[in-house]
C-alpha cells in the first residue's frame, strides 16, 4: 500500500491536481488500489516529465515611477525605475506596478491640493496677470512724472518749462526702454 494522491502531491511540492494530471498522461502509475508507490513514482515523475521549455520564464520589466516634486521624496537620481519580473512576456507594467504609480500620483496631487489650502500656492494665470498690471500702473506713473515736475523744476533752476519738461519725458522714456528689456521669468 502506497500513500494517496494528497499525501504524494504534498511529497512532491506540487497540488493535487498536478499528480492527477500526471496520472491521467501515464507519466507516472497508480498502484491497483488507487494509491502511489512514492519511490517509483518519482522516478517515473523525473524520466518522463520534460525540462520548463526555454523562454518561459518571465522578463524583468523596468517601470519609472514618476518624480516626486518638493521635499515629499521621490526618486531623482535615475534610479527610480521599479523592476519587476511579475509581469507577462509583453512588456507591458503589472498590475502591482500599475498599482504603484497610480498611488504616487494620488500622492502628488494631495500633496499639491493640501499646499494650495494651506496658501502656499498661487493660481499662475492670476499671478501673471497681477504682476503686468502692477508693471503697467508703475509705467504709467513713470509716464506723467515729467508733466507734474517740469514746471517746478523749470522754475527752481530757472529754464524754459516746455524744455525741461521734453527732456524730462525723453529721460524717462530711454529709462523705462530699458527696463522693458528685461526678461523676466516665472517658473
Excluded: C
Excluded at 499662475?124 to 497681477?130: D, E, M, S, V, Y
Excluded at 509705467?139 to 530757472?158: C, F, G, H, I
Amino acid at each position: 500500500m502506497g500513500l494517496s494522491i494528497r499525501a504524494y502531491a504534498r511529497h512532491r511540492g506540487v497540488t493535487d491536481t498536478a499528480v492527477h494530471k500526471a496520472i491521467r498522461s501515464g507519466r507516472i502509475n497508480a498502484l491497483s488500489d488507487g494509491t502511489i508507490d512514492p519511490d517509483e513514482a518519482d522516478g517515473q515523475w523525473a524520466r518522463n516529465t520534460s525540462a520548463p521549455k526555454t523562454g518561459t520564464q518571465r522578463p524583468t520589466v523596468k517601470v519609472k515611477v514618476p518624480e516626486v516634486d518638493g521635499d515629499g521624496g521621490g526618486d531623482r537620481g535615475g534610479a527610480g525605475a521599479a523592476t519587476n519580473t511579475g509581469s507577462g512576456g509583453t512588456g507591458g507594467t503589472s498590475l502591482l506596478q500599475a498599482r504603484t504609480v497610480n498611488e504616487v500620483v494620488k500622492a502628488q496631487t494631495n500633496k499639491v491640493r493640501l499646499a494650495r489650502l494651506k496658501g502656499e500656492l498661487i493660481d499662475r494665470p492670476q499671478a501673471i496677470a497681477h504682476v503686468f498690471k502692477l508693471a503697467r500702473s508703475e509705467r504709467d506713473a513713470w509716464l506723467n512724472w515729467p508733466a507734474r515736475v517740469s514746471a517746478q523744476m523749470a522754475a527752481k533752476l530757472e529754464l524754459d518749462a516746455h524744455t525741461m519738461h521734453v527732456a524730462l519725458e525723453n529721460a524717462v522714456r530711454e529709462h523705462l526702454q530699458e527696463l522693458g528689456n528685461l526678461t523676466a521669468s516665472v517658473d
